[in-house]
């Protein structure tokens, strides 16, 4: 039996690998190490990703760790006060 895509799934496929090929280009680009004449610049990272209900947190600095951490925390009541 052959399977037909309709134009909803082409669509779907074509923004998936769009959105793929805008992903790559972004780490191409932000790969290239840029001379800049301002040494004294610093830059923040800051993050959380859930895996499951469980958060993986970091930043630099306490202030931005205490925020995500925060979060986090909240996210996890949120989810488990939702499944029960």
Do not use: Y
Request: positive net charge; proline residues 2%.
């Amino acid at each position: 039996m052959i399977q037909t895509l309709n134009t909803l799934q082409l669509l779907g496929f074509l923004i998936l690998g769009l959105g793929i090929l805008l992903i790559v280009a972004g780490c191409v680009a932000g790969g290239r190490e840029v001379k800049r004449s301002d040494e004294g610049v610093r830059s923040e990272s800051k993050g959380m990703i859930l895996i499951g209900p469980i958060p993986i947190v970091w930043g630099f600095g306490s202030k931005g760790w205490l925020i995500a951490g925060a979060i986090g925390v909240i996210i996890i009541v949120v989810w488990i006060l939702g499944w029960h």
